[in-house]
């Protein structure tokens, strides 16, 4: 299931930050649920306060007030890719035992901010969730932005899904943290023609049968998934 809204890149106007933290008893809570919350990509949202996901390249965006920012996640959910206001994208890790919140940005302008967070890895095994924003205390999250007109689906394997993009060695095998989607040819295409991109891709996955696969063919191959 698909929420697809739009987008609009603002200027960067303050310092961003990806330090874990806990969420202020006097700041505002935000739920996945909020009507202002943004979602581009194949999302479950079986239970609309803890949406999932496993495919690269899913997106949350959101408009918000005030100074700071912080997500929370499901436990090892693994690594996303954050832009705040237009700026140099970074990348946080949702890698701890219990219930993780990062700190996104903090001493932002007390103005309205933009941020746009793209989910970096595949998740099969981790199933991610997300489990809402908070905010600085009497804020609020604003109307969502605006979206591109053009659509595009990738449908792929590891290439698609950005397996090794930042490994420093090309016999490394594979792992959650040199994997990155977001400087995949997928989502630099999209950039490109600003479009909006929906990923559908697993690494080793074949059409009709998959990496080491046997020759009579795959039960969860490419059509079948």
Request: net charge neutral.
């Amino acid at each position: 299931m698909n929420r697809l809204k739009r987008f609009l890149v603002v200027p960067l106007l303050c310092l961003v930050g990806s330090v874990a933290a806990q969420l202020p008893t006097d700041g505002t809570w935000i739920e996945p649920s909020d009507e202002n919350i943004q979602y581009v990509g194949r999302i479950n949202f079986q239970n609309p306060n803890a949406p999932s996901f496993t495919y690269p390249g899913v997106q949350i965006n959101a408009r918000f007030e005030g100074t700071s920012l912080k997500m929370k996640a499901k436990p090892m959910s693994g690594y996303f890719m954050v832009q705040i206001d237009g700026s140099q994208p970074f990348k946080v890790s949702f890698n701890a035992p219990k219930d993780s919140v990062v700190t996104l940005a903090t001493a932002l302008r007390n103005e309205n901010h933009e941020v746009c967070i793209m989910y970096a890895i595949e998740g099969y095994q981790r199933i991610p969730e997300f489990r809402g924003f908070g905010l600085d205390a009497g804020c609020k999250l604003l109307a969502p932005p605006y979206l591109p007109e053009r659509k595009i689906e990738f449908i792929g394997d590891s290439m698609t899904c950005g397996y090794g993009v930042e490994t420093m060695n090309e016999k490394e095998g594979f792992s959650d943290e040199t994997e990155n989607h977001y400087y995949t040819y997928a989502a630099l295409t999209a950039r490109a023609l600003k479009a909006q991109h929906v990923v559908v891709a697993r690494s080793g996955i074949g059409i009709y049968r998959n990496y080491n696969g046997p020759k009579t063919g795959n039960a969860d191959c490419m059509p079948r998934v």
